[in-house]
């Protein structure tokens, strides 16, 4: 009966405004993803009492090349990380270690954030990873959106099932919803001030929170400078890189 | 012969003597009762530990590592043929562990979750209760400690998120349904624990285990599989340890203590020489041999000891008796520290105790009441006669 009526919604919906569920998943991963890209971010972490600011550059290549250098504050200040694969190290100055975080690591928040390794990792396209249905559309702040239901079509993701308010104009997930396998929702993400940059759409803010945490105001992540497509020497993302 | 003299000269010496012993028998008594107090403390956390979590001992997978939480990930696996029939025969029960997240009150808390069949009778923990309780949610047992921290009560509902075997996040209602009173500190801070059915399924590790603990006063099985053998010994390691490395503090006292009573002595047998040169030359002249004379002295010290052992007896006997009935109460809760101990702390003193501190006592003695001694062998009897001491 679930199966007809999803079929029923994707017949429905599914065609609307020229684009199949794939599609719109397609063009959410090519807005999202690129060759290669060089950002300046801010990450500011809302806790009970204090706000945090930590400022970082990034190097990404594809889903499985990432390299982070931590700016600010200045006890965060030469941090390092480096993404291959699944593969995740840290470099901390002060201790002058490289440690490989990993298993439970992995799960532990990044710089006292709403985000955790595991969120940061991963970063693969999303029709590698889920199957989407499209169950409506509803208008949000004037625009209207479609609401994508994913589920995981591979084992091991982090977040089994998504929900995803996508700008039909934009073709990015305005809004997300992360659940665990049992359907309680975990996280929830937003994004804002999109902009087109180098023939894309692309958010300026994102929003992360970790709805089990009461009171919690969430992660702020805002993108000051990013180019797609960049040629990065691949020695940037070996662990000697890190040290340096 | 010579006791007797010794005796007379002992009694003769009145006060002095009084003094001596005193100070000598009160070293006795509190060297007894502070090591009472540690062997107390180590029975204590060793029979607590024994009832509450490793009753005869334990089979491990062989990545367990309960100090490294980091290793509970990988420490799991079906169980071994050998130790599953004891399992089948009610004589062992597996706990299964893994690393969660909860959130009392909406606070994120990392907490050691352990799965455990809610009708094993082999340690004592109020495990049954889990049984109690079927609305839907987890049913969650913990400790008093933990239940401090996170101002959870009986009843209460937080949400436990965690990794299952796919490292699939997954999260799901608790509801605590006991609070255990319970000393052993192990089995509280930080942990939760719920039914092993329920965590096997949501971490989708369906039969598999993290250790299996057995029942006291069974042999080691022959294992042929990787699972590591713990007996009690090797799990009770870590207690002796902090009771061991917090040992010295007291020797020191215990090191005064000696000192005191060993000077007192010191002091009286060189005034003894000085005072009693006469004497000394008397007997030298009626025969007495100089090492019967120095055997004298040392033997007038050494009665010091055996004194002091009758007025511990006698005086502190009382006290010691009484403290190894009622148990001396602990003005803080140590549980907090990572010890486990009793709210009233009751000294063991064993045969070996009691005799060990009793030839240590004697031995001091012995030497500080001979050490003086030895200048009478240097003294002439004509000089000793004339009341000439040797100073």
């Given at each position: 009966?679930?199966?007809?009526?999803?079929?029923?919604?994707?017949?429905?919906?599914?065609q609307s405004?020229?684009?199949?569920?794939?599609?719109?998943?397609v063009?959410m991963d090519?807005?999202?993803?690129?060759?290669?890209?060089?950002?300046?971010s801010?990450?500011?972490?809302?806790?009970?009492?204090?706000?945090?600011?930590?400022?970082?550059?990034?190097?990404?290549?594809?889903?499985?090349?990432a390299?982070?250098?931590?700016?600010s504050?200045?006890?965060?200040?030469g941090?390092?990380?480096?993404?291959?694969?699944?593969?995740?190290w840290?470099?901390s100055?002060?201790?002058?270690?490289?440690?490989?975080?990993?298993?439970?690591?992995?799960?532990?928040?990044?710089m006292?954030?709403d985000?955790s390794?595991?969120?940061m990792?991963?970063?693969?396209?999303?029709?590698?990873?889920y199957?989407a249905?499209?169950?409506?559309?509803?208008?949000m702040?004037?625009?209207?959106?479609?609401?994508?239901y994913?589920?995981?079509?591979i084992?091991?993701?982090?977040?089994?099932k998504?929900r995803s308010?996508i700008?039909?104009?934009y073709?990015?997930?305005m809004?997300e919803e992360l659940y665990?396998?049992?359907?309680?929702?975990?996280?929830?993400?937003?994004?804002?001030?999109?902009?087109?940059?180098?023939?894309?759409?692309?958010?300026?803010?994102?929003?992360?929170?970790?709805?089990?945490?009461?009171?919690?105001?969430?992660?702020?992540?805002?993108?000051?400078?990013?180019?797609?497509?960049?040629?990065?020497?691949?020695n940037?993302f070996?662990?000697?890189?890190l040290?340096? | 012969?010579?006791?007797?003299i010794a005796?007379?000269?002992?009694?003769?010496?009145?006060l002095?003597?009084?003094?001596?012993?005193?100070?000598?028998?009160?070293?006795?008594?509190?060297?007894?009762?502070?090591?009472?107090m540690?062997?107390?403390?180590?029975?204590?956390a060793?029979?607590?530990?024994?009832?509450?979590?490793?009753?005869?001992?334990?089979?491990?997978?062989?990545?367990?590592?309960?100090?490294?939480p980091?290793?509970?990930?990988?420490?799991h696996?079906?169980?071994?043929?050998?130790?599953?029939?004891?399992?089948?025969?009610?004589?062992?029960?597996?706990?299964?562990?893994?690393?969660?997240?909860?959130?009392?009150g909406?606070?994120?808390?990392?907490?050691?979750?352990?799965?455990?069949?809610?009708?094993?009778?082999?340690?004592k923990m109020p495990s049954?209760?889990?049984?109690?309780?079927?609305?839907?949610?987890?049913?969650?047992?913990?400790?008093?400690?933990m239940?401090?921290?996170t101002?959870l009560?009986?009843?209460?509902s937080?949400?436990?998120?965690w990794?299952?075997?796919?490292r699939?996040?997954?999260?799901?209602?608790?509801t605590?349904?006991?609070?255990?009173?319970?000393?052993?500190?192990?089995?509280?801070?930080?942990?939760i624990?719920?039914?092993?059915?329920?965590?096997?399924?949501?971490?989708a590790?369906?039969?598999?285990?993290t250790?299996?603990?057995?029942?006291k006063?069974?042999?080691?099985?022959?294992?042929?599989?990787?699972?590591?053998?713990?007996?009690?010994?090797f799990?009770?390691k870590?207690?002796?340890?902090?009771?061991?490395?917090d040992?010295?503090?007291?020797?020191?006292?215990?090191i005064?203590?000696l000192?005191l009573?060993?000077?007192?002595?010191?002091?009286?047998?060189?005034?003894?020489i000085?005072?009693?040169?006469?004497?000394?030359?008397?007997l030298?002249?009626l025969?007495?041999?100089r090492?019967?004379?120095?055997?004298?002295?040392?033997?007038?010290?050494?009665l010091?000891?055996?004194?002091?052992?009758?007025a511990?007896?006698?005086?502190?006997?009382?006290?010691?008796?009484?403290?190894?009935?009622?148990?001396?109460?602990?003005?803080?809760?140590?549980?907090e520290?990572?010890?486990?101990?009793?709210?009233?702390?009751?000294?063991?003193?064993?045969?070996?105790?009691?005799?060990?501190?009793?030839?240590?006592?004697?031995?001091?003695?012995?030497?500080?009441?001979?050490?003086?001694?030895?200048?009478?062998?240097q003294?002439?009897?004509?000089?000793?006669?004339?009341?000439?001491?040797?100073?």
């Amino acid at each position: 009966m679930i199966i007809w009526l999803s079929l029923l919604m994707t017949l429905l919906f599914g065609q609307s405004d020229q684009l199949s569920v794939e599609e719109i998943i397609v063009a959410m991963d090519n807005n999202l993803n690129a060759k290669s890209r060089i950002m300046k971010s801010k990450m500011i972490v809302k806790g009970r009492r204090s706000t945090r600011t930590i400022e970082s550059k990034n190097w990404v290549v594809g889903a499985n090349k990432a390299f982070t250098e931590y700016l600010s504050p200045p006890r965060e200040a030469g941090t390092k990380m480096l993404k291959l694969d699944d593969k995740l190290w840290t470099y901390s100055p002060q201790t002058d270690r490289v440690i490989q975080i990993s298993g439970h690591m992995l799960r532990q928040s990044v710089m006292g954030s709403d985000m955790s390794y595991n969120d940061m990792m991963e970063d693969r396209p999303i029709q590698d990873l889920y199957n989407a249905t499209l169950e409506g559309s509803v208008n949000m702040n004037g625009r209207k959106h479609w609401i994508l239901y994913l589920e995981a079509k591979i084992d091991g993701l982090s977040y089994p099932k998504r929900r995803s308010w996508i700008d039909v104009e934009y073709l990015l997930p305005m809004k997300e919803e992360l659940y665990a396998k049992s359907g309680k929702l975990l996280k929830t993400a937003a994004m804002d001030g999109v902009k087109k940059i180098q023939d894309r759409w692309f958010p300026s803010r994102f929003l992360y929170k970790d709805e089990l945490k009461r009171n919690s105001k969430g992660t702020e992540w805002v993108i000051e400078d990013i180019s797609f497509d960049m040629n990065i020497p691949s020695n940037r993302f070996t662990k000697a890189m890190l040290r340096k | 012969m010579l006791l007797k003299i010794a005796i007379k000269n002992l009694l003769g010496a009145r006060l002095r003597t009084i003094l001596n012993v005193f100070v000598t028998s009160f070293s006795f008594f509190i060297i007894l009762l502070m090591s009472g107090m540690y062997d107390g403390m180590l029975q204590h956390a060793k029979n607590v530990t024994i009832d509450t979590e490793i009753a005869g001992g334990a089979y491990w997978h062989p990545n367990y590592d309960p100090l490294d939480p980091m290793s509970f990930e990988d420490s799991h696996s079906l169980i071994p043929n050998k130790i599953q029939s004891l399992i089948d025969k009610k004589d062992a029960f597996p706990v299964l562990v893994n690393q969660v997240s909860i959130y009392p009150g909406g606070r994120i808390m990392p907490a050691i979750l352990k799965g455990i069949p809610p009708n094993q009778d082999i340690v004592k923990m109020p495990s049954t209760s889990l049984n109690s309780y079927k609305d839907g949610t987890i049913p969650v047992l913990i400790g008093k400690g933990m239940a401090q921290s996170t101002k959870l009560n009986v009843g209460d509902s937080f949400t436990i998120r965690w990794l299952d075997i796919n490292r699939t996040f997954d999260a799901n209602e608790g509801t605590v349904v006991h609070i255990m009173d319970t000393e052993n500190f192990k089995i509280d801070m930080g942990h939760i624990w719920i039914p092993l059915n329920i965590a096997q399924s949501m971490f989708a590790m369906q039969d598999q285990a993290t250790y299996v603990t057995y029942k006291k006063n069974l042999k080691e099985i022959a294992d042929n599989t990787d699972w590591l053998h713990r007996d009690v010994d090797f799990l009770v390691k870590d207690m002796e340890a902090i009771i061991e490395a917090d040992k010295p503090s007291v020797q020191v006292m215990f090191i005064i203590l000696l000192s005191l009573a060993a000077m007192g002595i010191f002091n009286a047998q060189v005034l003894s020489i000085f005072r009693r040169g006469r004497e000394i030359g008397t007997l030298m002249a009626l025969g007495m041999t100089r090492l019967r004379v120095v055997a004298l002295f040392t033997l007038e010290g050494g009665l010091n000891a055996i004194l002091s052992a009758f007025a511990t007896l006698i005086v502190f006997g009382p006290f010691l008796w009484y403290f190894s009935m009622s148990g001396i109460p602990l003005p803080i809760d140590y549980t907090e520290m990572g010890l486990i101990m009793a709210k009233r702390l009751i000294p063991v003193y064993s045969a070996g105790l009691i005799f060990s501190t009793m030839i240590l006592v004697s031995i001091i003695v012995l030497i500080v009441s001979y050490l003086p001694s030895r200048k009478i062998s240097q003294m002439k009897p004509t000089d000793a006669l004339r009341g000439k001491a040797i100073t």
